[in-house]
C-alpha cells in the first residue's frame, strides 16, 4: 500500500478556524451543546463537509454525518470515524474537535488520492459528548448506538428548563434521519490523551485498548437556612458544612483507591449563597471513575451509606440523583493491533494504554469493533484552555489514523 500523508496545513487551519468558534469577548472558549455557538461549530463543519463532496446526514439526535459512498440496507454499513465538536466551559480547541476534523481530513485526502475504498467510509460529529449542559455525557452516541431513548435524551432538560429536543429545532440540528439509520461495520476515533502519560513517557501514539467506567450523580443535601450571627452553632442545620464533608469523602475514597478511583465534586451550588446567611441548600455533583466496574460499583455504595451517615450526623436531608452511567469497555482487539502496527509502519513509537476520560467510542463499542488513538497532552492538560498537543503530534495522529482507515477498506 503507497504511503500517503493528510494535507496538514488544511487540518491544522481548520482546527484553528473552529476554536475560534464560540469565545466570548473575553475570550474564553464555550461551545454547549444545542447552544447557539456549537450551532455556528455545526454549520462550519458542515459546510467544510459539503466542500469535500461528501453526502450530508443529520439524525433526530442532531448527530451530523458525512458519507462518501452509498449506503445499502442490504451491506454491511460504513467505516466510521469521528468524535464530537461540542465542548465545556472555557474549553481548550481540540477535545473532540480534532477526532472530527482529522476524520473527515482522513477522507477528504483518500478520495484526491484516487483510490477507491471497498465500503462507505463515513465521519460522524456526536451530539452533547460533554454532556455539560445536558446530562448525560455522551448522548447522541449512547442513543446512536441504542443505549439510550431518543425520547429520554430529547427530554433531558437543562438549568434553564429548555429541552435538549426543543433546543435542537430551534437551532436547526432536529435532523430528519431515525437514530441509527446505519450500523457502522467499525469504528475508529482519534483524540488527546487528556492526561499525562505520553508525555511523560515520549510516546508519540496511544493505542487505547479500553475506556473506564463513569458515574455522575446530582447530591442535594437540604438544612435550614438562619442567620449566620445568631444562630448558636448547637442549632444549625448548615448544607454548606455538609457539603463540604461530602467532597473531602469523595477525595480520601479515591486517594485510598491507590489509582484504581478517581473522584471530583465538579459543580457546587449553594441557596441562598448570601455571606449572612447559613446555606439552607446545596446542589453538588460527583464524577467518580474507575476501569474496575466492581471498584466503580462499591465506591457508589460506599458514598450513599456515607450520606445516610452524615444526615443524621447534620440533621439535613441528602438525596442523590443518577446523572450518568457508562460501564468500562475494552475495545476490538484487531483493531488496537493494527494501530499499533501502522505506528510502527510510520516510524512512531506507541504503548497501549486505558483512557481515562469518556468518549463517544465508548458506546460505539457495543455495536461496532471500535478502537481509538491517542496522541499527547501538553501537561497532561484538557477541559482548559490551556489544552495543547504541538502540531506535528496531531498531523503524526491524522496520519495513523489515515493509513488505519487505508489498510481496513483499500484491499
Ligand atoms: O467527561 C469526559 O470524560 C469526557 O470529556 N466527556
Ligand atoms: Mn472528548
Ligand atoms: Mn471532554
Redo the contacts with the bound molecule.
Sequence with gaps: MSKISINADRLLGRLRELGEIGRDPSGHLTRLAASDADKLGRDTFIRWVQTAGLDVRVDRLGNIFGIWGELSPDRPGPLLVG??IDTVIDAGKL??CYGVLAGLEVIQTLMESGKVPDFPIAVAAFTN??GVRFAPDMMGSAVFAGALSADAALGAFDTNGSTLGEELERIGYAGAEPVGFFRPRAYLEL?IEQGPVLEREGVDIGVVEGVQGISWQRITVEGQANHAGTTPMSMRRDAGVAAARITTFLDELANAGAGALVATVGCINFSPNAVNVVPGKVSLTVDMRSPDLTILKSAETRLAGYLDRLSGQTGCAISSERLAMTDPVLFDKDLVRTIERVAAARGLSSRRMTSG?G?DAQLLADIAPTAMIFVPSVGGISHSPKEHTPDDHLVHGANVLLETVQSLSLA
Design positions: 468524535s464530537h477535545d473532540g459528548e460533554e483524540h476520560a468518549h
